[in-house]
């Protein structure tokens, strides 16, 4: 009998009391490898119930796969009651989270439920993931989503903890902020399904940019819950250095591993008592922790003696390194940014932001500090600077008014050869119409009038003998096809 994912044990409903985690198992046991784009479109973009059920699903279908890697079943039935019992989404929510799950492309309907009634057993509906189409490319745009990725790469393991636990009994903030710790630091695969990450600290500007949070006052909250429950541990502080950002440095936080587990049993213990008796435990406090369980590595060890052995341990991702030697060139009177600086400002945003900003600082005229201009700027996503804009905005308008000057050129020309090319149609048409019976120029006068489009050219086809002969003889033309007449435009 297949048992549910999301059952727990009584040791971790003992820890659920408590709200305690007791860490996340180590990728050595059991772990989904999880498409990427359920935390890049699903988790960031969409409401807690269709989050929820969207992962009790995958979990469903990934937790369970055969000796050659595929899932053992892909169309899971589903039940209102297994939906709320395991999935955490209430009974009057499941129809609305059902359907945005399925308008985002992220399930599909395989057979649809039947009701209940006399003489007529009852049919839960069964859905499955909905997956791209071959040669579908990579996306983490929602309006571009058309199902899960299907090539290779693009996956992280993640711990079936945060699906059986995290997803299902927090709220979507802290769904957020657990599944980018996971995410980043956990591991990563490249297009070739190749490559991992180790176990690295993610920076608090990272996930405030990852998970998708615009209050910050959430944010904060969220993390600070999270390290309370045991989810998550800050590794390092942040503090800010006004002096060309050498000291400055950005909170980190990684994954609690089981193992650690007792290690930070007593810091998430004190934290969560100071939370049920009202107290918000300070910055310092949290660190000082930490910091006596081992779990904060202290800034105040010595440097290495040996700079270029410091040089070799610091490792950059290959996914950062353009970034990060970019940052590191940076040099503004000798004043250059640390290693850790740039590392942190390489992973806060994408290389092309970073050499805009970088290309934007001179005209922001940073005289007093240009280099922490430039790593606020990076790490806020500073638009840019007001002559840039301005000097932008009146580019588009020339390019615009350019545009509409040469459409106007373009459509007066089209209205001159038409002219040229009616005046030519009517001469090669006259000496037919003169040939015409006086019946069938009726005829031709007739339809020449009835083919007009205003009250205007009407009057003026029965007041007006030149006009009305020109219309004939225009009819004429497309009647006989004597010459391919253009009546578009009129005269």
Known sequence: MRTPANQTSASEDKSTETNIF?????????????????????????????????????????????????????????????????????????????????????????????????GQRGQAAEYRLQWGSDGDKYTNAPQRFTGFYTGEGYR???PNGYFDVVVPRETLAMAKVVGTVLRHTV???????????????????????????????????????????GYIKRVTAGCFDTNAGKQSRAASYAVIWQPEAAKVDKTAKT?????????????????????????????????????SKQQAEFVVAPEFQESFQL???????????????????????????????????????????????????????????????????NRANAHKEKKRELAKATRMDEIDRAKQERRFNRQQAMPWWNGLSREKQAAIKQEAYERLDSDFHRK????????????????????????????????
């Open 22 to 118: 007791k860490g996340f198992e180590h990728l050595t046991a059991n772990y989904i490898y999880c498409p990427n784009q359920f935390f890049e479109v699903c988790l960031r973009h969409q409401s807690r119930s269709c989050v929820r059920l969207v992962a009790y699903i995958l979990r469903q279908t990934l937790g369970y796969l055969d000796r050659h890697g595929d899932p053992v079943k892909q169309d899971i039935r589903v039940s209102y009651k297994d939906i709320s019992h395991y999935a955490g989404v209430s009974t009057r929510s499941i129809p609305k989270a059902l359907a945005e799950a399925e308008s985002g492309k992220f399930i599909c309907c395989v057979t649809p439920g039947i009701a209940k009634a006399p």
């Open 156 to 158: 992280s393991p993640i």
């Open 187 to 229: 591991g990563y695969a490249n297009q070739f399904g190749t490559g991992r990450r180790s176990h690295a600290p993610l920076p608090y500007s990272y996930i405030h940019q990852f998970a998708n949070l615009n209050d910050p006052k959430t944010l904060s909250d969220t993390l600070k819950k999270a390290q309370q429950k």
């Open 271 to 307: 934290l969560a008592a100071c939370a049920e008796d009202g107290k918000i435990p300070s910055e310092k406090t949290a660190e000082s922790l930490s910091e006596k369980d081992g779990n904060n590595p202290s800034d105040r060890k010595t440097g290495f003696k040996d700079s």
């Open 327 to 393: 940052l590191m060139q940076v040099d503004f009177n000798g004043e250059r940014f640390s290693q850790e600086t740039a590392l942190q400002l390489a992973q806060s945003r994408g290389l092309s932001e970073i050499q805009q900003q970088i290309a934007w600082l001179p005209k922001r005229k940073a005289d007093r500090n240009p280099l922490g201009m430039l790593r606020i700027a990076i790490e806020q996503n500073w638009s840019a600077p007001t002559e840039v804009q301005e000097r932008e905005r």
């Open 460 to 491: 003026r086809f029965r007041t007006n003998d030149k006009f009305c002969l020109e219309k004939c003889l225009d009819e004429l033309c497309l009647q006989e096809g004597i010459v391919p007449a253009m009546t578009s435009v009129s005269n």
